[in-house]
């Protein structure tokens, strides 16, 4: 059984354009090769793109938004470094793509929540991701996701996916616990970079600037408390 089509691999049409995609994105550590050969990226591309669909590029899903090219999402989850149990929060969550990605990392044990602002990408990404077969099933709220009060520490690791000024909100640290990552692409001036921060005991620490990106600038009011 095939679990990114839900049937046998030869009745899955996009089956080696995924495998493709894979080797094409050079060598990547085997939980990550594996995840993206695990989730069909082409159920979270709109049906008129679907010949796009494991093109290394991203593709527009709705208004000012995108699914990230395959390359730089393996980057994003090459620095988060997901762990088996991890519970992770991803804000600008778009098409559940990631989700979808994450929830194979994190596993069974493991806890991934998906924030968007968009109430038409919130509805869809979660009847796609109802529809696979993952080792947990990813919950999507409305929103941004800025102001998250179920207690300090509630996750191990932050993926934000929309390109974000500072100062980064306080909230943000206080979500994820000692140790944990915050991987977001980081606007200063003119250029974005894929930034990677550790939470310290005070706050975020050991700041790690990545390769550049282009990602939909954060939009909308502040969200709601999740």
């Given at each position: 059984?095939?679990?990114?089509?839900?049937?046998?691999?030869?009745?899955?049409p996009?089956?080696?354009?995924?495998?493709?995609m894979v080797r094409?994105?050079g060598?990547?550590?085997?939980?990550?090769?594996?995840a993206?050969?695990a989730?069909p990226?082409e159920?979270?591309?709109?049906?008129?793109?679907l010949?796009?669909?494991?093109?290394?590029d991203?593709?527009?899903?709705?208004?000012?938004?995108?699914?990230?090219?395959?390359?730089?999402?393996?980057v994003?989850?090459?620095?988060?470094?997901?762990?088996?149990?991890?519970?992770?929060?991803e804000l600008?969550?778009?098409?559940?793509?990631v989700l979808?990605?994450?929830?194979?990392?994190?596993?069974?044990?493991?806890?991934?929540?998906?924030v968007?602002?968009?109430?038409?990408?919130?509805?869809s990404?979660r009847?796609v991701l109802?529809s696979?077969?993952?080792?947990t099933?990813?919950?999507?709220?409305?929103?941004?996701?800025?102001?998250?009060?179920?207690g300090?520490?509630?996750?191990?690791?932050?993926?934000?996916s929309?390109?974000?000024?500072?100062?980064?909100p306080?909230?943000?640290?206080?979500?994820?616990?000692?140790?944990?990552r915050?991987?977001?692409?980081?606007?200063?001036?003119?250029?974005t970079?894929?930034?990677t921060?550790?939470?310290g005991?005070?706050?975020?620490?050991?700041r790690?600037?990545?390769v550049?990106c282009l990602f939909v600038?954060r939009?909308g009011?502040?969200?709601?408390?999740?």
């Open positions: 059984m095939n679990a990114s089509s839900g049937g046998p691999a030869h009745a899955d996009f089956a080696r354009a995924r495998s493709q094409d994105l060598p990547l550590p085997s939980d990550i090769a594996s993206l050969e989730v990226r159920r979270f591309v709109p049906p008129r793109l010949a796009r669909a494991y093109e290394d991203p593709l527009p899903i709705g208004p000012e938004a995108t699914i990230s090219a395959p390359g730089m999402v393996a994003q989850l090459q620095s988060a470094k997901v762990f088996p149990g991890a519970r992770v929060l600008g969550s778009g098409s559940g793509y979808a990605l994450l929830a194979h990392l994190a596993g069974p044990g493991g806890t991934v929540l998906g968007e602002i968009e109430p038409t990408l919130v509805e990404s009847e109802r696979l077969s993952l080792p099933t990813p919950r999507v709220l409305p929103g941004e996701g800025d102001e998250p009060t179920a300090p520490g509630r996750f191990d690791r932050l993926l934000v929309y390109a974000q000024r500072p100062p980064l306080p909230a943000w640290a206080a979500a994820v616990v000692a140790g944990g915050l991987v977001l692409p980081l606007t200063e001036g003119r250029e970079f894929l930034t921060f550790t939470r005991t005070a706050g975020w620490e050991d790690r600037r990545g550049p600038a939009k009011p502040p969200p709601r408390r999740i």
